[in-house]
């Protein structure tokens, strides 16, 4: 995965500027009141220090559709750009106009990075290390804080410090994003994906997974376009072909889907049982105990997932088998004949696979879908609706020639099967459709057959089991306006279609998406106003008046040095703190990650508030402040620093995540607008213990929300995370019914 890290670690040089950018702001600022007589005018110095916030909140409201319609890279070169022009303009700054206006451009930069390098991120990262990956720009954040505090202490040394001086040298790191996202960053294969642009998206996935095969990866780029969906939770038995005999197979042959092992003729079979899967149960208790509307039966039905894994977190599947799977080998590559016997029987002399087509985007480069012949193929015509065709025990997936056989393991124990169902009408009309199906291993009660460990792809031993729950829905590619037509065959369009005409407001309203929505604009308004940003923007005065230059005295440091020097101190302790909040990411989660560190917030907060009504002396009041500061910003960078963004970043579909997110980062640049506006004027009302008392509160009521209503989304494929929102929302909007 060197390549996905990589291209996230160059992403994030994005939020290394805008750290180091509020950085130097926070310490030049004191010069800056100097030079323009700004000591009467805290209007004007608010201003300046907001102007970039305005400039990030005006650039947020388009930025969604825009990186929609361009997508994510060009939006991060222009945010490059940006970040270089503003610093030259506030390296010129004659008088404060200019730097109102440098300070505006300089918001637009910051706006565009921080919007869309999560969504970068998240895009491009494999599911097993999502979290860690979207933790980076936390790190970087705080390096470029670190830094930047480091040359502002540096400088405020000399005789005479100059804040222009201070403020250009941003121009240095922003050319090295530049060249970055200029030559190294590709696009997001799954914008691609959604442009229809299939061959590139190909590529990209290439070289961030370093192999070859991914075609189970754009099988499931592919199905992550829809929107909404009537999806259902089954329960599916998955053995080997010969364990399943007609004499113990209630089922018929077409509900069954086939699954190919890794190993010349080692089939499975994945089977509908009857009952239901340990995580229906979940679902449907959670929605009936939780009708008093306090936990989320979202949050229960997410957990349930998560409780399969608690050993080894979702790195790994350890149940399932090392499926090749659905992925049959297109081109000229030969194809064992011991794994689809059936397939090669069907395929008549008649038929030309679209795979021995060019590649090109209008024939989806090679199909994602191999065509095999069912009871409805005699009637369809050679032109079908897409390159997508069906069989009845399930779909196979091409690769190009002299590819290996791929895996449909999509992360945390998930596979992505279709199957192809039909009925008759009573005039005998045969019609038939593509069921998606998400399969998840299940273990402990109720497992049919043994639990068994499947260490290096091995296949079980004759006689053994698994049982799998399903999310089970129509795909992406179907569509209702081309079933009205009657066609002969599966309704499949392009996929680029499905996201020709941009984002729909109308999805917005689709029950999943409004309950993401929920989620993601509460976490950013509660992050912003737990007080964390206004915090950082004026640690220097804080800490002032915390009493930080009576500690540093006798090392002949004045108050302001002193100040800049215990940031720079600070900044430093929060890296290795985001560091082992990247490593538990993925492990413990990020649910588990906010409700543990939270609360340490809420202390910090309330020992500031308590040291400053205690009177224990010039020393230990300064000690007691200065270190629940530290704390309080080593733990906010463990958890409530980086899980909203990352979370935003998860639970939208693809094919309105640039929208949601726009609207979660808008959402998030409002807040931290006021709440850094009006430190200033709070400081100088209720001083800074009630500043520290009122965000103490607010932490409070932020811990009762995710514990309450925010899922753990680790490991999970973004588009099985999309799955779930879409279910829980409609059993929450079906429990609301049945009370009324």
Same mark, same amino acid.
Request: charged residues 15%; negative net charge; glycine residues 10%.
């Given at each position: 995965m060197s390549g996905a890290v990589l291209v996230a670690v160059a992403a994030a040089i994005g939020n290394l500027l805008q750290g180091w950018d509020n950085a130097t702001i926070a310490g030049s600022i004191l010069y800056i009141k100097r030079e323009f007589l700004l000591e009467s005018q805290p209007t004007v110095e608010g201003l300046i220090v907001a102007m970039s916030l305005i400039g990030a909140t005006v650039v947020t409201t388009c930025s969604g559709a825009l990186s929609d319609l361009l997508g994510r890279r060009p939006m991060l070169i222009i945010s490059s750009l940006l970040y270089f022009v503003s610093s030259l303009v506030m390296l010129w700054s004659p008088n404060v106009y200019i730097l109102l206006f440098a300070r505006l451009l300089d918001g637009l930069g910051i706006g565009l990075a921080v919007t869309l390098v999560p969504l970068y991120i998240s895009e491009t990262a494999p599911p097993e290390i999502r979290g860690l990956l979207n933790t980076l720009p936390q790190f970087t954040g705080s390096a470029g804080m670190f830094l930047s505090y480091c040359m502002v202490f540096g400088m405020s040394l000399t005789k005479a410090p100059s804040w222009r001086l201070m403020l250009g040298v941003l121009s240095i790191p922003s050319v090295?994003?530049?060249?970055?996202?200029? =030559? =190294?960053?590709?696009?997001?294969? @799954?914008?691609?994906?959604?442009?229809g642009r299939m061959l590139e998206a190909k590529k990209v996935l290439q070289r961030l997974r370093g192999r070859e095969d991914v075609s189970g990866e754009m099988a499931l780029l592919v199905e992550g376009l829809g929107v909404g969906g009537d999806t259902a939770i089954e329960e599916y038995i998955i053995a080997p072909v010969n364990e399943l005999g007609?004499?113990?197979?209630?089922?018929?042959?077409?509900?069954?889907?086939?699954?190919?092992?890794?190993?010349?003729?080692?089939?499975?079979?994945? #089977?509908?049982?009857?009952?239901?899967? !340990? *995580?229906?149960?979940? +679902? #449907?208790?959670?929605?009936?105990?939780?009708?008093?509307?306090?936990?989320?039966?979202?949050?229960?039905?997410?957990?349930?997932?998560?409780?399969?894994?608690?050993? %080894?977190? +979702?790195?790994?599947?350890? /149940?399932?088998?090392?499926?090749?799977?659905?992925?049959?080998?297109?081109?000229?590559?030969?194809?064992?004949?011991?794994?689809?016997?059936?397939?090669?029987? @069907?395929?008549?002399?008649?038929?030309?696979?679209?795979?021995?087509?060019?590649?090109?985007?209008?024939?989806?480069? +090679?199909?994602? &879908?191999?065509?095999? %012949?069912?009871s409805l193929d005699k009637d369809i015509p050679p032109t079908a609706h897409s390159n997508l065709s069906s069989t009845r025990q399930g779909s196979l997936l091409h690769g190009n020639a002299g590819e290996p056989t791929g895996s449909t393991r999509i992360g945390s124990g998930w596979q992505l099967a279709w199957k192809w169902t039909e009925r008759e009408d009573p005039n005998g009309n045969k019609e038939g459709g593509f069921k998606r199906i998400y399969l998840h291993q299940e273990g402990g009660p109720g497992l049919r057959g043994s639990v068994?460990?499947?260490?290096?792809?091995?296949?079980?031993?004759?006689?053994?089991?698994?049982?799998?729950?399903?999310?089970?829905?129509?795909?992406? $590619?179907?569509?209702?306006?081309?079933?009205?037509?009657?066609?002969?065959?599966?309704?499949?369009?392009?996929?680029?279609?499905?996201?020709?005409?941009?984002?729909?407001?109308?999805?917005?309203?689709?029950?999943?998406?409004?309950?993401? $929505?929920?989620?993601?604009?509460?976490?950013? *308004?509660?992050?912003?106003?737990?007080?964390?940003?206004?915090?950082?923007?004026?640690?220097?005065?804080?800490?002032?008046?915390?009493?930080?230059?009576?500690?540093?005295?006798?090392?002949?440091?004045?108050s302001t040095s002193s100040s800049f020097l215990i940031s720079a101190v600070t900044t430093l302790l929060m890296l290795p703190c985001i560091a082992v909040a990247m490593r538990?990411?993925?492990?413990?989660?990020? #649910?588990? /990650?906010?409700?543990?560190?939270?609360?340490?917030? &809420?202390?910090? $907060? *309330? &020992?500031?508030? /308590?040291?400053?009504?205690?009177?224990?002396? !010039? %020393?230990?009041?300064?000690?007691?402040?200065? &270190? +629940?500061?530290?704390?309080?910003?080593?733990? =906010?960078?463990?958890?409530?620093?980086?899980i909203p963004n990352i979370l935003c970043a998860e639970i939208f579909p693809t094919r309105v995540r640039g929208l949601c997110i726009a609207i979660c980062a808008l959402t998030f640049w409002i807040c931290d607008i006021i709440v850094t506006y009006t430190l200033p004027v709070m400081l100088n009302s209720v001083g800074l213990s009630g500043v520290f008392g009122i965000y103490a509160f607010v932490c409070f009521i932020a811990w009762v929300f995710v514990f309450l209503k925010v899922p753990e989304t680790k490991g999970m494929p973004l588009e099985v995370i999309i799955e779930f929102f879409s279910v829980g929302a409609k059993q929450v909007e079906d429990a609301k019914v049945q009370l009324t």
């Open positions: 090295v994003y530049f060249a970055l996202t200029l =030559f =190294f960053l590709p696009e997001s294969p @799954r914008w691609l994906v959604s442009k007609d004499e113990e197979d209630p089922y018929r042959e077409k509900d069954q889907i086939k699954l190919y092992g890794p190993e010349q003729g080692q089939s499975w079979v994945a #089977r509908p049982a009857p009952g239901q899967s !340990s *995580i229906g149960l979940v +679902s #449907r208790k959670g929605s009936v105990a939780n009708q008093s509307g306090l936990v989320d039966p979202l949050v229960t039905l997410f957990g349930s997932v998560h409780e399969k894994h608690t050993e %080894t977190g +979702s790195m790994r599947s350890t /149940l399932f088998p090392h499926f090749g799977s659905m992925f049959s080998v297109g081109g000229n590559q030969p194809r064992n004949e011991d794994w689809d016997e059936e397939s090669l029987a @069907r395929e008549g002399d008649d038929y030309v696979s679209d795979a021995a087509v060019g590649d090109s985007d209008d024939n989806l480069q +090679s199909p994602l &879908i191999s065509r095999q %012949t069912t068994v460990s499947l260490p290096g792809g091995d296949i079980p031993n004759e006689g053994e089991t698994v049982q799998a729950a399903a999310l089970v829905s129509q795909p992406a $590619l179907y569509n209702k306006d081309v079933m009205r037509q009657q066609p002969v065959g599966p309704a499949m369009i392009h996929p680029s279609e499905t996201t020709a005409k941009g984002p729909n407001w109308s999805d917005l309203s689709e029950p999943g998406v409004k309950h993401a $929505l929920f989620v993601g604009v509460g976490l950013q *308004i509660l992050q912003q106003f737990s007080g964390i940003n206004g915090v950082l923007y004026y640690t220097p005065q804080i800490l002032e008046q915390a009493g930080v230059g009576y500690l540093l005295s006798n090392l002949g440091l004045g538990l990411m993925d492990i413990s989660g990020r #649910r588990t /990650l906010l409700l543990s560190t939270i609360p340490v917030l &809420i202390a910090s $907060l *309330i &020992i500031l508030v /308590l040291g400053s009504f205690v009177d224990l002396g !010039s %020393t230990a009041n300064a000690s007691i402040s200065t &270190i +629940s500061v530290i704390v309080y910003f080593c733990f =906010f960078v463990m958890g409530f620093g980086p």
